[in-house]
């Protein structure tokens, strides 16, 4: 009895390991095939990138006329999937971004050539600003901070001048800003219901 349930535990384990393996090979495959967007058998359809008429999965790297690379992303069936990086001319990093299946997702980074932060953003699964979204001028000072829920202005909103003032300072709930707006707002006159006395 005893010998019985070892021989079906170790089939168990041999059955996990073998699916397992198969999953990282798959998954690594694409990883291997790297191709430069100057390729004429690159066309992009409705969103998805094919290549020699299939949507194309691997790496695509984009690059400067000087030859320098610009740009490298991960595509899984034609849509950006994994990472996306930019870099500038110089070698400096540009940005850092994240995608599923060609949506935004999780948090992207970007940088002035000089290294300075230039925006950072956060993203939920749907492609939408979610939570603290923060941009700075190329002197390092903010630009903004705002707050985001699924996409919709939510919380406190800073805005700022690029000597430091402050610009606007508001706060947004169910859609209506509270606050210091920082923009002139234009009305439409409508002379429909007033009554001349």
């Known amino acids: 009895m005893r010998i019985q349930q070892i021989k079906y535990l170790l089939l168990f384990i041999v059955l996990l390991v073998s699916c397992k393996s198969k ?56 849509k950006r999937d994994g990472f996306y990086k930019g870099w500038y001319t110089s070698g400096s990093k540009s940005f850092e971004r994240l995608y599923a299946s060609g949506v935004k997702f999780g948090v992207h980074v970007g940088w002035y050539e000089n290294g300075q932060s230039k925006f950072n953003y956060h993203f939920n699964g749907q492609g939408d600003y979610n939570g603290e979204l923060r941009e700075w001028y190329p002197n390092g000072q903010l630009y903004k901070v705002f707050n985001y829920k699924n996409g919709k202005e939510e919380g406190s909103q800073k805005m700022w001048q690029p000597n430091g003032k402050i610009r606007a300072n508001f706060v947004t709930k169910k859609g209506e800003r509270f606050g210091l707006i920082g923009l002139k707002k234009c009305y439409s006159v409508n002379i429909k219901n007033e009554v001349i006395q």
């Open 23 to 78: 999953e990282t090979r798959s998954a690594n495959s694409v990883d291997l095939i790297e191709k430069s967007r100057t390729d004429e058998s690159f066309t992009l359809k409705n969103g998805v990138l094919f290549y020699k008429n299939e949507p194309f999965s691997g790496i695509v790297n984009t690059f400067y006329n000087t030859g320098e690379l610009k740009s490298k992303s991960k595509y899984i069936l034609g």
